[in-house]
């Protein structure tokens, strides 16, 4: 059996779809000796990728990148191991959203859903943040025409849209709470009803569910250990990361610094 039925093997159709097509860029780069990028990926979607790309062949490296730091969609370079990571020019560009939102205020949703009703998809752009009233998107650069043309308006707003250089981003300001707390053991449920408020027995259920993710994979086991530095999402609640596990309490209990993100 080879490498592609082996990754093959135990995936559902969904997994397969995806597992194909990176697979694909993996071979079409050994053969070319060349390049390949994927479309935009979320955080699990990386997470899935980079495993089954070390599993596919030694003769490619390979860096996940949106062009800046902090940005949860991101792009896989795929590259022949001949080629020097550092000459690689990425396709992607920002693009800047500048409109007067002092009257009005725009949310992600309403910027990704103008975009999107350009008959753009979603892969084709990566993070869209805010920074100082003004709107900043990153996407593959063969649609930044399109959008700066097309895009005039997003609700009420007028919008001028315009790309700009990666060096004339303002840096990415992501807002977190931190929340100390103290529990029993580093157990998931324990973990999670510390960070979202939420009781053990609700907590349960979510994780049985399939809506509970570590580091990006979900994660099914309730007595499943987590450590320092791990990032927790709880879907439809957001996402929390683990700063500190510290000592234990005068009652035994250990010490826990969470930081949520808001």
């Known amino acids: 059996m080879g490498k592609?039925?082996?990754?093959?093997?135990?995936?559902?159709?969904?997994?397969?779809?995806?597992?194909?097509?990176?697979?694909?860029?993996?071979?079409?780069?050994?053969?070319?000796?060349?390049?390949?990028?994927?479309?935009?990926?979320?955080?699990?979607?990386?997470?899935?990728?980079?495993?089954?790309?070390?599993?596919?062949?030694?003769?490619?490296?390979?860096?996940?990148?949106?062009?800046?730091?902090?940005?949860?969609?991101?792009?896989?370079?795929?590259s022949h191991d001949s080629i020097d990571a550092h000459g690689i020019v990425l396709p992607i560009a920002p693009i800047l959203l500048d409109g007067n939102f002092k009257f009005e205020i725009l949310h992600h949703r309403d910027v990704l859903g103008a975009i999107m009703n350009l008959g753009i998809k979603r892969e084709k752009m990566g993070d869209i943040f805010f920074s100082k009233d003004k709107c900043y998107v990153i996407v593959y650069e063969d649609i930044c025409d399109y959008i700066s043309i097309n895009l005039t308006r997003i609700k009420h707003v007028p919008i001028d849209a315009k790309r700009i250089d990666f060096d004339q981003l303002p840096p990415r300001e992501i807002s977190t709470k931190e929340m100390k707390a103290t529990i029993s053991s580093p157990r998931l449920d324990s973990v999670i009803s510390a960070g979202f408020g939420v009781s053990r027995s609700s907590i349960s259920k979510e994780i049985k569910n399939g809506n509970v993710k570590v580091n990006y994979e979900e994660i099914k086991t309730l007595s499943f250990s987590v450590n320092e530095?791990?990032?927790?999402?709880?879907?439809?609640?957001?996402?929390?990361?683990?700063?500190?596990?510290?000592?234990?309490?005068?009652?035994?209990?250990?010490?826990?610094?969470?930081?949520?993100?808001?």
């Open 4 to 78: 592609r039925e082996n990754i093959l093997e135990h995936l559902n159709e969904n997994e397969k779809l995806f597992a194909v097509r990176i697979i694909d860029y993996v071979e079409q780069v050994e053969k070319s000796w060349g390049i390949r990028y994927t479309q935009f990926l979320d955080p699990s979607q990386v997470v899935k990728a980079e495993k089954i790309i070390k599993q596919c062949g030694s003769s490619i490296n390979y860096f996940v990148t949106s062009g800046i730091e902090d940005c949860e969609r991101n792009i896989i370079v795929i």
């Open 229 to 262: 530095g791990d990032v927790i999402s709880l879907r439809g609640r957001g996402r929390i990361s683990i700063k500190e596990m510290g000592g234990l309490s005068k009652k035994g209990r250990i010490n826990i610094t969470i930081l949520k993100y808001i």
